[in-house]
């Protein structure tokens, strides 16, 4: 002897929220699921094609796995005003960082393409040149 409510299967499309094309299209999938109708069968009743039923079929399904993939339990961690205070300085720190990492590249393109200019220029009077007297 069973005990409980008897199942309501595709009848459960009835209570969701949304227009009636779409309660009515989920309960023709349910019932073409629960063997309750034939996918010709189906067709007819929501007037398309076998290969469309087949297309919105398969999205249903792949957005009910979607929606019933597992979720970190518990809520999601709160950042204190202490964090939000780190979290910023390491932005800063970051931003300044990469600045100078692009002008050390820029530097180094000049380097590599115009080394003339890092050559110093020997003045005769300080690097042991002569000199007239």
Known sequence: ??????????????????????????????????????????????????????????DWLQSAAAALEPKPAGRPPQTTPEQHAEIALLKRRAEALEFRLEASRIREQIALTMPHLLREKKDPDKNGGSKKK
């Not at 002897?1 to 009515?24: F, H, I, T, W």
């Open 1 to 58: 002897m069973d005990r409980g409510r008897p199942p309501k299967g595709p009848e459960l499309a009835e209570n969701v929220d949304a227009s009636d094309q779409a309660r009515l299209r989920l309960k023709v999938i349910l019932q073409t699921i629960a063997g309750e109708l034939t996918i010709p069968q189906a067709c007819e009743l929501l007037q398309l094609s076998e290969a469309r039923f087949h297309e919105l079929r398969t």
